[in-house]
């Protein structure tokens, strides 16, 4: 595999480097794992179908649009609420 060269501003190198370095790994292994563990619009969308035809097949529980929604807020809330008991 052939390596790339990607330009960033000095601050977000810095900023790279400063994350890796507390996680025990290298820039380019953290840009890696980034780009492999993020989903894009299509795949999150292509997930979400599959869960739901999961949960109908296997528990007979049918998720709507609405459903998903209240989930989605309740989870940013509960998110934000721990992160706001962190700081």
């Known amino acids: 595999m052939a390596d790339a060269m990607i330009r960033v501003p000095a601050e977000v190198r810095d900023r790279l ?9 290298s820039i380019r292994s953290l ?9 894009t619009e299509e795949e ?3 997930r979400a179908e599959r869960t739901r035809a999961y949960l109908a097949e296997h528990f007979g529980v049918e998720v709507t649009d609405e459903d998903s929604a209240a989930i989605g807020r309740k989870v940013r809330e509960v998110f934000a609420q721990e992160q706001g008991e962190a700081a």
């Open 17 to 25: 480097a400063v994350i890796a370095e507390s996680r025990g790994t």
């Open 44 to 46: 999150r969308r292509e």
């Open 31 to 39: 840009v890696q794992e980034f780009a492999e563990s993020t989903l």
